[in-house]
């Protein structure tokens, strides 16, 4: 079976109380949908738990630093934090970004000395209202053979696990030349040791149970990706 982490970028809407008090009046937009991924941790701690793997996580929400994005985007700082300092954005950027970004490398360079490839699931959710007729979407480099090769055989993998959701690869979820971290990585590696595949799931699954269970929904996920794997 090829190794795979899984990371979580958008776990929460944690926000450092070094930053509270700057952040006071944004508090209620912070903790809002709009500053994480609605039921992301809880699934990407359902797959680390069953493909017993560690889960890589952030703990700050993205309206503070969105730690999924290059460190050369400008827009990972949003309006609420670009009321902090300099030097606080500075700060959040060592202990948030280069952390995250470090455990990753570690965790693949220790999987690549044991293994020839591995694969890294970046797990998130979004709003219906920006997707409506859409419930999950792999994100992946189509030029990189075999993430692209491994991310074809998911998506049909879950169409035939998961029958009742409408299920796509390569939706546009960013605007045109954004980076994320997974491409970072991608420069760091041959598309034959690591392939970084984006896991987008609607919200709508984990909030609404529409249009099927969540835990029925990650069930079909889960066997869906075991089999790929296998």
């Known amino acids: 079976m090829i190794p795979t982490i899984f990371s979580c970028e958008h776990a929460t809407c944690a926000v450092p109380e070094a930053y509270k008090e700057a952040l006071s009046k944004d508090m209620e937009r912070i903790t809002s949908p709009e500053g994480w991924d609605l039921g992301a941790l809880n699934l990407a701690q359902a797959l680390s738990m069953k493909f017993r793997t560690p889960l890589v996580h952030c703990e700050i929400s993205r309206l503070i630093i969105d730690c999924h994005l290059q460190e050369s985007e400008p827009s990972r700082w949003s309006d609420c934090s670009m ?15 280069l952390l995250h970004l470090s455990l990753l490398r570690q965790r693949i360079s220790n ?9 890294h699931v970046s797990v998130h959710t979004f709003d219906p209202q920006l997707h409506p007729d859409l419930h999950v979407c792999l994100l992946y480099s189509e030029g990189r053979v075999g993430e692209s090769s491994l991310a074809l055989q998911w998506l049909q993998a879950m169409q ?22 997974l491409d970072t990585l991608r420069k760091e590696r041959s598309s034959a040791e690591y392939q970084g595949i984006e896991l987008q799931v ?12 969540w835990d029925a929904f990650k069930n079909g996920l889960i066997d869906s990706l075991r089999t790929v794997l296998q």
């Open 202 to 213: 609607s919200n709508q699954l984990f909030l609404d149970a529409q249009p099927m269970r």
């Open 83 to 97: 009321k902090l300092t300099e030097a606080q954005r500075e700060k959040l950027h060592e202990r948030q970004v």
């Open 111 to 119: 999987e690549l000395e044991r293994n020839s490839s591995v694969l």
């Open 160 to 181: 035939e696990k998961l029958p009742a959701l409408t299920i796509k690869g390569n939706e546009v979820f960013y605007p045109d030349q954004i980076k994320t971290l």
